[in-house]
C-alpha cells in the first residue's frame, strides 16, 4: 500500500483541485454539527445551571400533594340523617334553653335560635328540598357529627397507597385559621382598631399552615434556621407579605428583571429575623372595641344634644399599642341590670358561647421567604418561566412546627392560630405530602392513584382517597422536560448525521467521480486499488478533520458567544424563577461534556467514512480505461 | 483549449522541442554518444520477444450496442523496438495498446509481457507488473496541477514503493536529460507546453520499464513538434533500450518506426 505521507501528499492535492467541493463539503456539515455541538454545550450549560439553581427551593425534589377528600362536601349538607340530627339538636337546645332560663328567671326567645334547615325554592318557586343551614349551631353541631363519623382519609392511608411508588417521605402540613375572633398586624406596633372584627386576621390576609421542616428547610434564610426566640412565632412569608411588612412597593406585574431582582435582593436583606406583633381578640374582645368606637362617634354626634341619653355601659380603647380589652370608661347599670347580665353570661356560658373577651399580644419573627404563587396566567417571560421553573410554598403563612414547638407556649398558639381550621376548609384540616426519588414514580403515582373531587359526592373508589398533584416546584414537568430534550437532542443528532452522510457522500461522490481520469492515470502508471482507496480515506479523514475543527470552533465560538450575551439576563431571571437565596448563584450556557463532544467527533468521523465508502466502492471497481476512453 | 491558446501552447511547443532536443542530444554526448541515432529498417524486429499478443479480441459496449474494437490480432515486440501501430481513429489502436499494458481485460485471446501471461495476475500483481515493466503516455500528459514537476515525475516511483530519495534523484536526472533540471519546483501550469510533454514522457521512465506505450503522443501538435517528440522517443529507445510502441493515425510518425502494424476495424491488415 502506498506510504502514508505519500498518500497525504496526494490526497491534499485534492483539497486544491476540487476547492469549491472541499468547502461544500467542510462547511455545510460542519455547519450542522457545529449547530449540534453548539445546542449540546448550550443544553449542557443550561442543565448544570438549572442542577446549581435547583439547590434553591423544592426543585430537585419530587413531591405531590395530597388533598383528602373533603368531608363537607355537599352529600353532608343534603344528608337527610345530618338534617334530621340538626332538628333532633334544634328541639333539644330549644327544650334545655327554657329549662335553663325558667331556672335562672330570665328571659328565652326560642325564635332567636337560627333555624337548622333553609328551604330550596325551585324556579317554579316551590319548595324543592332543605339544606343545612350553616350558621345555625344545631346545624354546626350535626356537621361535626357527621365529619366524626365520615373523618378524612389521613397520612397511614396516604402511605398504603403510595408504598408500590416507592416513596421517600410523607409530612403532614396543619391547616390554620382563627375562629371566633381575629388576628390583625400591628403596623408600627400600633392596633388599628378600625379593622377589628372586620376580617378573621390580616395576617397578612393569607392562611396560616403548620409545616414540618423537611418542607420548610428550603425556604429558610440562612442566617435564622438556627436562631431562636422563645417570644416571636417563627413565619416563613410570601415575598408580597414580606413586601407589605416591610412597608416596600409592591412592583407593577411588567417590571425589568434588574427592578424585580432588585426588589428581591432587598427583600432577602431587609426581611431576615425582623419581628412584628400581631393582636389577637375573640368575638367579645372584638364587639367591645367596636361598641368602643360606635359609642365614642355617636357621643360626639350628640355632644351638643340635651336630649341625648349617653349609654349605660360606656366602653373605651385599650392603649394603641397593648392589645389590651376594651376599657369601661363608665358603667351606670342598677344592680338589677348588672345581676341580671351576670345571669345572662351564665346561661351563655352554660350553651358553649363565648362570653369573656380575649385577647393576645403575639410575636412573629420572618425566618424565610417563598415566591409568591401565580395566581393567573403568566403574561411576562419571568412569569411563564417562573410558572414552569419556580418553586415555592403554599400562598400562605406557613410556620416551621419544629420551631413552633420549642417555643414555651407552643400550646396556647395553636389554640389560637389553628383553632378554626377545618371550619374554613370544608373539614379538612391537614394536608399531606408524599416525596418520591424520581419524577418517573411521582408521575406514575399521581396518573394511578388521583381521583378528581367533585363539587358534591365522594371520590369514586376507596382506592383513591386523595386528590394528587405535583407540589412546590415543576420538577416532575423539569425532569419530564429534560426527558424530551434528549429524545430531541438524539433525533438532532440522528438527522444531523444522515444529511452530513448525505452531503458528504455526495461531494466525496463527486469529487471521486470527477477524479476517474486521474485515477485511470494512477491506475496506468501502478498504483493499485488499494492505493486508489487510501488516497481517498486520507482525504475523507483530511475532510473529516477540518469538518470536525470548524464545527468544534464555530460550535464552541457559537455557545460562546451565546453565553457571554445572555449569561447576566438568564441568571437575573433564574434568580427570580427559581427565588434564590443564594444571590451569588450565576446561571452559565456553557459546559463542556467530553464524553458528549466526543461522541459527536466520533459520529463525524463515522459520517465521513459512511459518507466515503459508497461512492468510493462504486468508482474503485470501475475499469479506469473506461474513464479514459470516455476523456477522449 | 481555444484556438488562440492552442496556437500559443504550439508556438511555445514548438520552441521547446528544439531546445529540449539539442538539450538531450548534449546530454547524451555527455553521457555516452547516442546523438547519431542508427535508424533500424522497417519490419526487421532488434531483440528478443517482450510482449506476445495472440488472437487478441475485445468487444465493448457503447449505450445499447456492442463495439467489436480488435478481432483476432495477433503480433509480437520485440526488446529495444520500435513500433508504431497505426489505423485510422476509431480502428482499435488504443484498445490494443491497453491491452498490452494490461490496463483492460481481453475478450478472448491473450497478452504476454516480458514472459507474463497478464491475465494470469491479479489485479493487484497487475499494478505491480505494470509499474516495474511498462511506461504509458498519454495525448493529454495528465500531470497533477497541483503537484510541483518533481513530484509528478515521482509519481510511478510513489506506486512503485520506491524510495523518496531513489526515486527523487531520478527524477531528477531524467528532467535534467530533457533540459527541465531547473523546473523541478515549478507547477505544472508554470512550464510551456514543450516542457510538460517532455515530463510526461520522462515520468514514464521513472521505474525504468522495459517498454512504453504511447497513445497519440503527437496528437495535437503540429509537424514538426510531432518529429521532435518522435526523436525523443527514439533516442529514449537507443540510450536505454527501452521498446517504443506508439499508437497513432499518423502515417508520418510509422516513417520512423521500426516496423509498423496497420489496423483496420480492429484486425491487422
Known amino acids: 500500500m502506498i506510504r502514508l505521507r505519500d498518500g497525504a501528499l496526494l490526497a491534499t492535492t485534492k483539497l486544491r483541485t476540487h476547492r469549491l467541493r472541499t468547502i461544500i ?13 453548539a445546542a449540546l454545550l448550550v443544553a449542557q450549560g443550561t442543565d448544570n445551571s438549572f442542577k446549581s439553581f435547583e439547590q434553591e427551593g423544592f426543585n430537585n425534589r419530587f413531591l405531590v400533594s395530597a388533598t383528602p377528600d373533603p368531608p363537607l362536601n355537599g352529600d353532608a349538607l343534603y344528608n337527610k340523617d345530618t338534617q334530621n340530627l340538626a332538628k333532633q339538636i334544634y328541639t333539644q337546645t330549644i327544650s334545655s334553653k327554657k329549662v335553663a332560663a325558667k331556672k335562672l328567671a330570665i328571659d328565652y326567645d326560642p325564635n332567636s335560635e337560627p333555624q337548622p334547615l333553609t328551604s330550596l325554592v325551585g324556579a317554579s318557586g316551590q319548595q324543592s328540598g332543605t339544606i343545612l343551614n350553616v350558621s345555625s349551631p344545631a346545624a354546626q353541631e350535626a356537621l361535626h357529627e357527621y365529619i366524626q363519623a365520615h373523618p378524612s382519609p389521613g397520612v397511614t392511608r396516604l402511605r398504603e397507597i403510595a408504598r408500590p411508588y416507592h416513596p421517600v417521605g410523607f409530612y403532614t402540613v396543619v391547616m390554620g385559621g382563627v375562629s371566633n375572633g381575629s388576628l390583625q398586624v400591628m403596623q408600627n406596633g400600633d392596633e388599628n382598631f378600625a379593622g377589628v372584627g372586620v376580617q378573621q386576621h390580616d395576617i397578612l390576609q393569607n392562611t396560616i399552615e403548620a409545616a414540618p421542616q423537611q418542607m420548610t428547610r428550603p425556604f429558610l434564610l440562612p442566617q435564622q434556621a438556627k436562631q431562636y426566640d422563645p417570644d416571636a412565632i417563627p413565619v416563613i412569608l410570601p415575598y408580597s407579605d414580606a413586601e407589605k411588612l416591610l412597608g416596600m412597593k409592591t412592583l407593577q406585574s411588567n417590571a425589568p428583571p434588574s427592578q424585580e431582582l432588585a426588589q428581591i435582593k432587598e427583600l432577602y436583606t431587609k426581611a431576615s429575623g425582623i419581628t412584628f406583633t400581631a393582636c389577637y381578640r375573640n368575638s367579645i374582645s372584638g364587639q367591645q372595641i367596636s361598641m368602643a368606637i360606635d359609642q365614642a362617634a355617636e357621643m360626639a354626634k350628640n355632644k351638643d344634644n340635651k336630649q341625648y341619653q349617653k349609654p349605660d355601659l360606656i366602653y373605651g380603647l385599650p392603649a394603641a399599642g397593648s392589645c389590651g380589652p376594651a376599657t369601661v370608661l363608665s358603667d351606670a347599670r342598677t344592680s338589677a341590670e348588672k345581676a341580671l347580665q351576670a345571669k345572662q353570661d351564665t346561661f351563655n356560658r352554660e350553651f358553649g358561647d363565648i362570653v369573656d373577651p380575649i385577647q393576645e399580644k403575639l410575636s412573629f419573627r420572618v425566618v424565610g421567604l417563598t415566591p409568591d404563587q401565580s395566581s393567573g396566567p403568566a403574561t411576562t417571560l419571568s412569569g411563564i418561566l417562573q410558572s414552569v421553573a419556580g418553586s415555592s410554598l403554599d400562598n400562605s403563612v406557613i410556620i416551621p412546627s419544629n420551631m413552633l414547638d420549642k417555643m414555651p407556649n407552643a400550646t396556647a398558639i395553636r389554640s389560637i392560630l389553628f383553632s378554626g381550621s377545618a371550619d374554613s376548609n370544608l373539614g379538612i384540616s391537614e394536608m399531606y405530602y408524599a416525596e418520591f426519588a424520581n419524577a418517573n414514580d411521582a408521575r406514575n403515582f399521581i396518573a394511578d392513584k388521583t381521583c378528581t373531587t367533585r363539587v358534591t359526592g365522594s371520590c369514586a373508589t376507596a382506592q383513591k382517597p386523595f386528590q394528587l398533584d405535583a407540589y412546590g416546584s415543576s420538577s416532575i414537568a423539569l425532569a419530564d422536560l429534560r426527558h424530551k430534550f434528549t429524545t430531541i437532542f438524539k433525533l438532532a443528532m440522528l438527522t444531523v448525521a444522515v444529511l452530513a452522510i448525505l452531503i458528504m457522500s455526495v461531494t466525496i461522490g463527486r469529487i471521486i467521480a470527477d477524479s476517474r481520469r486521474e485515477t485511470a492515470v494512477f491506475r496506468a502508471i501502478g498504483a493499485k486499488r488499494l492505493d486508489i482507496g487510501s488516497i481517498f480515506s486520507i482525504y475523507t479523514s483530511i475532510l473529516t478533520v477540518c469538518v470536525a475543527l470548524f464545527a468544534l470552533g464555530l460550535g464552541f465560538l457559537t455557545a460562546h458567544f451565546f453565553d457571554i450575551h445572555y449569561w447576566q439576563e438568564a441568571t437575573l431571571q433564574a434568580q427570580l424563577i427559581f427565588g434564590a437565596s443564594d444571590t451569588a448563584r450565576e446561571f452559565h450556557f456553557f459546559a463542556l461534556n467530553i464524553r458528549l463532544i466526543g461522541l459527536i467527533v466520533l459520529l463525524m468521523v463515522v459520517c465521513g467514512v459512511v459518507g466515503m465508502l459508497i461512492p468510493l466502492a462504486r468508482n474503485i471497481r470501475r475499469n479506469p480505461i473506461k474513464d479514459l476512453r470516455d476523456e477522449t | 483549449m481555444s484556438p488562440e491558446e492552442l496556437d500559443r501552447f504550439l508556438k511555445r511547443f514548438n520552441d521547446d522541442t528544439d531546445a529540449a532536443i539539442a538539450a538531450i542530444r548534449q546530454h547524451a554526448r555527455a553521457k555516452r554518444s547516442f546523438s547519431a ?34 478481432t483476432n490480432v495477433t503480433c509480437e515486440v520485440h526488446e529495444g523496438e520500435f513500433l508504431v501501430i497505426t489505423a485510422p481513429s476509431g480502428s482499435g489502436k488504443s484498445t490494443l495498446l491497453q491491452l498490452m499494458g494490461g490496463l483492460d481485460k481481453p475478450t478472448n485471446g491473450s497478452v504476454t509481457v516480458d514472459g507474463v501471461d497478464l491475465s494470469s495476475l491479479s489485479d493487484s500483481r497487475l499494478s505491480e507488473f505494470r509499474s516495474h515493466t511498462i511506461g504509458f503516455v498519454f495525448q493529454f500528459f495528465y500531470l497533477q496541477p497541483f503537484l510541483s514537476l518533481e513530484r509528478n515525475l515521482e509519481l510511478p516511483g510513489i506506486f512503485a514503493h520506491t524510495k523518496r530519495q531513489e526515486r527523487q534523484a531520478r527524477a531528477k536526472e531524467l528532467a535534467a536529460t530533457v533540459g527541465i533540471g531547473d523546473k523541478l519546483g515549478y507547477l505544472p501550469k508554470e512550464l510551456s507546453g514543450g516542457q510538460i510533454q517532455r515530463a510526461a514522457i520522462i515520468r514514464a521512465l521513472l521505474n525504468s520499464p522495459k517498454i512504453i506505450l504511447a497513445d497519440e503522443p503527437t496528437g495535437n501538435l503540429d509537424r514538426a513538434n510531432s518529429v521532435g517528440i518522435i526523436d525523443l522517443f527514439e533516442q529514449i529507445r537507443q540510450t536505454l533500450g527501452t521498446a517504443i510502441v506508439i499508437a497513432t493515425h499518423d502515417t508520418a510518425i510509422a516513417e520512423r518506426a521500426d516496423r509498423v502494424i496497420s489496423l483496420q476495424d480492429g484486425a491487422i491488415v
Open chain 1, 25 to 37: 463539503s467542510i462547511f455545510i456539515p460542519g455547519l450542522l454539527f457545529a449547530g449540534l455541538i
Open chain 2, 37 to 70: 541515432s542508427p535508424r533500424i529498417s522497417a519490419s526487421r524486429p532488434v531483440g528478443k520477444t517482450l510482449v506476445s499478443v495472440r488472437s487478441l479480441g475485445k468487444k465493448y459496449k457503447v449505450g445499447r450496442h456492442t463495439v467489436q474494437a480488435l
